[in-house]
């Protein structure tokens, strides 16, 4: 029974937040923006937290505060834009911006710099610890996120125009598609990774006899991340033939590929972390599916992979 209540939570707190994720998703822009720093701050204050399980003493209101930072510098080029428009159409003025590869050089290294400093007169716990947990979760947690919103970016923004329409530019009408194709494409990722898990949890229930990875994760089997690794491809196909028509068929395999096997590490990487540091969930914040972090471990490795795929063999 106690089993069954779980399972009925963890479905209706689903219904709640998906068609949520989606629709910001989907609106992209500052919007989706926002849903990124929301959920990565989550996570990365529970990536602390767990490094504080481990007798770390991270600082987490700078990490908190960098991440979000850097969560921004990945809409960076709409925010160039949108200031720039204004600057010119109400003052005539002409500024030249950062780049936006420029801003995250220049926020990194003043991260690095200001975190060494910080423990330099600090007394809390071991300064070794405290500046490897602080760097290692904006780095493995913001940034990585922060790829994600960069994926949704590269179709208003950099998205080869010339490549895909014959007579070389969009009009108003491909333009609204292509940012379209933006947002298939996340949600399109954000279902490989569902589908994966789902398949990958009921059929490791169902058939699972060979443990895949006991020592950090006693309950997946082989026959769960196998089932999990097909539905990803399946999921992948079946988004190119729906909304993706910008993909072909091997790009679309290849994508499911990478989720398949990349996402499920993830998820192996995030339980690492926990089992190290002797804890079961990230947080208990998400009724029935413990922390944010445990609910987007996959897609936490899987996003800048997925990103570097499409931006440089994809659409390059």
Not at 45 to 73: C, D, Q, R, S, W
Not at 104 to 112: E, H, I, M, R
Request: proline content about 3%; some cysteine.
């Amino acid at each position: 029974m106690p089993k069954f209540e779980s399972l009925f939570t963890r479905v209706l707190v689903a219904l709640i937040a998906i068609p949520f994720i989606l629709w910001m998703t989907m609106l992209g822009g500052y919007y989706f923006f926002f849903l990124i720093a929301v959920i990565s701050s989550f996570a990365l204050f529970e990536f602390y937290g767990i490094a504080e399980a481990k007798g770390a003493a991270p600082l987490k209101t700078l990490g908190l505060m960098v991440g979000v930072i850097i969560n921004g510098v990945f809409v960076y080029e709409r925010f160039q834009v949108d200031i720039y428009q204004f600057v010119l159409t109400h003052f005539d003025i002409h500024s030249s911006m950062f780049s936006q590869h420029q801003l995250l050089s220049v926020v990194l290294l003043k991260f690095l710099l200001v975190t060494m400093l910080i423990e330099l007169f600090r007394t809390k716990g071991s300064p070794t610890l405290n500046i490897a947990a602080t760097i290692s979760g904006v780095m493995i947690i913001s940034l990585c996120f922060g790829t994600l919103i960069f994926l949704r970016e590269l179709f208003p923004y950099g998205f080869p125009v010339y490549k895909f329409f014959a007579k070389g530019y969009a009009d108003d009408l491909q333009l609204a598609q292509i940012n379209r194709w933006g947002g298939y494409t996340v949600i399109a990722v954000f279902a490989s990774i569902w589908m994966c898990d789902t398949a990958a949890y009921f059929a490791g229930s169902a058939f699972g006899k060979h443990r895949l990875f006991e020592r950090v994760s006693p309950k997946k089997t082989w026959e769960g991340a196998l089932f999990g690794f097909l539905f990803s491809i399946i999921t992948m196909v079946a988004s190119k033939i729906l909304v993706l028509a910008y993909l072909s068929y091997l790009h679309a395999i290849v994508i499911g590929v990478l989720i398949g096997i990349f996402g499920q590490l993830g998820d192996l990487i995030e339980s690492r972390f926990k089992r190290d540091a002797g804890v079961k969930d990230s947080s208990h914040i998400i009724p029935g599916h413990g922390g944010v972090y445990d609910r987007f471990d996959s897609l936490v490795y899987i996003s800048p992979i997925v990103y570097l795929y499409i931006d440089f063999i994809v659409l390059s």
